[in-house]
């Protein structure tokens, strides 16, 4: 990402601080320990390096966290100014029509309300919208994703120390993803916003006032130094999660369709990869990046409708439950405890804690 903005000139507010992750309750050390326990089986413990309480308090001070764990290798981007210059280097090679929304997709023909495209071969690469595919509607679901943006507050910001750049990330599994802008704010999102039904993208997930309270409860709970400062914008968004919690590509059997999806809310920084990967498959490639398991390997499949929106509807109530209790202090219910541990009893690999 680095390599592209340089290239082309442009300024995505490119941000290399590395990324934090903090455990705010006793229940959320162990995704710490995870982190430095799997970068050490992979042979790279600097990838995922564990901080002393004074290392930590040096990145940033909060009397809310216990344990923090540091990923050198990330970054933080403006993302609109990176779809922006996105934008404006990919319509130098190829002709964009934008506000034409496919409504059917088959092999060598897209159409759309206003007309139809032929083509040897077809991408589908639209984000949650693809949930409601039929190819790819067993291996995801829909989730809501939302963020508050304060007021600049860099005097704030320098008295936690928060002055680095660094990413931050919770232990919740609906989790809190907080960072600084280039002109002194802070963002913070929530990860627990609704979850879809049937593929259907309406406006739960991008008006969700209770999803953005929860944001702004994060940033008052997990900063306590940010108490005043004012929210100046709030947005959300829907994200398309897999089944087993990674992107995955493919081509559909017999057809020259070729798709990628399932980022999970990740997905600025592999996307440049999955870029690669798509335009292998379209090219008939076969070399080491068509043969990773995000190509290879079977992605589960969910339950069909509605049990996957009945199920997927309780396990986030149950653990939204669990984790709102643990924040504060008390023991969750037996029955949010019982919901939440659901996925794993069934062997599911999404919505484990
Ligand atoms: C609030 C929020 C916060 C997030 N935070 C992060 C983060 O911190 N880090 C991170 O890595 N990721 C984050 N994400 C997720 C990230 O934005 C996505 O994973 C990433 O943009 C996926 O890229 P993509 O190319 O697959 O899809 P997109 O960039 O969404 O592009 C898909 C395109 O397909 C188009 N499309 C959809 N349906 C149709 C149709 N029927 N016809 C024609 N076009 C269609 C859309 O208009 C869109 O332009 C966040 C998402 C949200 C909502």
Known sequence: MRAFCEAHGVDAWLREGGMLRVSATPGQDASVERDVEVARALGVPEEAVQLSDEELAQRIRSS???????????????????????????????????????????????????????????????????????????????????VVLTEPVPELLERINWTGGEAVIDGRMFLHYFRTTNDGRVLMGSGSGP????????????????????????LRYLLPELAD?????????????????????????????????GYSGHGVGPSWLGGQILARLVLGVDDELTRLPFVTRRVPKL???????????????????????????????????????????????????
């Open 64 to 146: 809310r966290f216990r344990k923090g764990v540091f990923h050198r290798d990330c970054a933080t981007v403006q993302p609109a100014r990176l779809v922006r210059g996105l934008r404006r280097v990919a319509a130098e090679h190829i002709r964009l029509y934008e506000h034409s929304r496919v409504k059917m997709i088959e092999d060598g023909r897209v159409e759309t309300g206003r007309g139809s495209v032929r083509a040897k071969d077809v991408v589908v690469a639209v984000n949650a919208a693809a949930a409601g595919w039929k190819p790819l509607q067993r291996q995801l679901t829909v989730f809501g994703s939302y």
């Open 229 to 261: 400062a004012r929210i100046t914008h709030a947005w959300g968004g829907p994200i398309d999660v897999s089944s087993d919690h990674l992107p995955f590509f493919g081509t559909v059997p017999g057809k020259r369709i070729h798709y990628g999806a």
């Open 303 to 353: 339950p069909p409708e509605p049990i996957k929106r009945l199920g997927g509807g309780l396990v986030r109530a149950s653990i939204l439950a669990c984790e709102e209790a643990e924040e504060a202090g008390r023991r969750p219910s037996l029955a949010a405890r019982a919901g939440a541990a659901l996925p794993r009893v069934l062997g599911l690999r999404i919505g484990t804690r």
């Open 195 to 218: 979850i879809g039904f049937a593929g259907r993208i309406d406006e739960r997930f991008t008006r969700d006032r209770p999803t953005v309270e929860r944001a702004e409860q994060g």
